[in-house]
């Protein structure tokens, strides 16, 4: 078995004696390598599991709960800002037709041009098309000529 990693050196410690891998322990037991790594990980949980947390007397959703009223916000329905949102819309239309009213470099079509070229791309999907695509979908649902 290759030498343990840090990470299985943890998980060993954190897991109860009774749920350790076996293959694990054995190769601790075997590796004077691993142990001389794992010696000072398990000191060092031993020690941590020791320590005790106070938290008497402080109440932190209190603290952040009087600390956001505290904290100037942004109104939005206020006129001030409505007018703000309102000028900042007109402002952004305006430059948006300024730019499609500017940005154009070549000529329009001509209405009977587009016309016509639509027209023969369309006759395509007609029933008197010369293609024959018509009836091929025709003949296959049932219906023919």
């Not at 293959?23 to 000191?43: G, I, M, N, T, V």
């Not at 000529?107 to 369309?122: I, Q």
């Amino acid at each position: 078995m290759e030498h343990l990693n840090d990470k299985e050196m943890l998980e060993l410690l954190g897991a109860p004696a009774t749920d350790r891998p076996q293959p694990q322990q054995e190769h601790l037991s075997a590796c004077d390598s691993c142990r001389q790594r794992f010696e000072p990980l398990e000191q060092t949980w031993d020690e941590l599991g020791t320590w005790s947390v106070s938290t008497r007397g402080r109440d932190l959703t209190q603290r952040i709960l009087s600390q956001i009223t505290q904290i100037p916000c942004i109104k939005l329905w206020e006129t001030r800002s409505l007018m703000r949102v309102a000028a900042s819309i007109i402002i952004g239309l305006a430059a948006g037709y300024w730019a499609a009213d500017h940005s154009s470099t070549s000529p329009a079509p001509s209405p009977d041009s587009s016309t016509a070229d639509a027209s023969s791309h369309l006759e395509v999907l007609g029933l008197e098309s010369a293609t024959g695509w018509s009836d091929s979908f025709l003949y296959a649902s049932g219906e023919g000529r």
